[in-house]
Nanobody, 120 residues
Framework: QVHVVESGGGLVQPGGSLILSCAAS????????VAWYRQGHGNRRAVVAR???????FYEDSVEGRFTISRDCAENKTFLQMNSLKPADTAVYYC??????????????WGQGTLVTVSS
C-alpha cells in the first residue's frame, strides 16, 4: 500500500519562509502529478500549487511569485518553498499524489496534513 506524509509545518513570522516536504512510500509503479492543497479555519480545501511528471507547474493566484513547487522523482519527494509568508497563508497544508500502485488505474493518495501558522 502507498502512504503519503507531509512535514515541515510550524510557526513563522510574517515575511518569513518555510519549506514543506511530501514523501510517498510503498508500492509505487508510476507517479504522475503532485499537488499541494490548503484549508484554513472554516474554509474548504483548495489547491495551492501543482507539478506534473515532466515539471510543468501551476500556482493559485494568491501565492504566485511567492511559492515554488519542485520534486525529486528519484526519492518520490515533492517540496513547497514558501516565501514572503502572510497571515492569510495560515492553514493546514495537504499533499495529494496521483500514483499507480499496481491495481490497474491511477489513484489519489492524500497525506494527513501539516499546520502552517503565520503570526507575530
Amino acid at each position: 500500500q502507498v502512504h503519503v506524509v507531509e512535514s515541515g509545518g510550524g510557526l513563522v513570522q510574517p515575511g518569513g519562509s518555510l519549506i514543506l516536504s511530501c514523501a510517498a512510500s510503498g508500492r509505487i509503479v508510476r507517479s504522475n502529478a503532485v499537488a499541494w492543497y490548503r484549508q484554513g479555519h472554516g474554509n474548504r480545501r483548495a489547491v495551492v500549487a501543482r507539478i506534473t511528471s515532466n515539471g510543468q507547474t501551476f500556482y493559485e493566484d494568491s501565492v504566485e511569485g511567492r511559492f515554488t513547487i519542485s520534486r525529486d522523482c528519484a526519492e518520490n519527494k515533492t517540496f513547497l518553498q514558501m516565501n514572503s509568508l502572510k497571515p492569510a497563508d495560515t492553514a493546514v497544508y495537504y499533499c495529494c499524489a496521483e500514483i499507480d500502485d499496481g491495481v490497474g488505474s491511477w489513484q489519489l493518495f492524500w497525506g494527513q496534513g501539516t499546520l502552517v501558522t503565520v503570526s507575530s
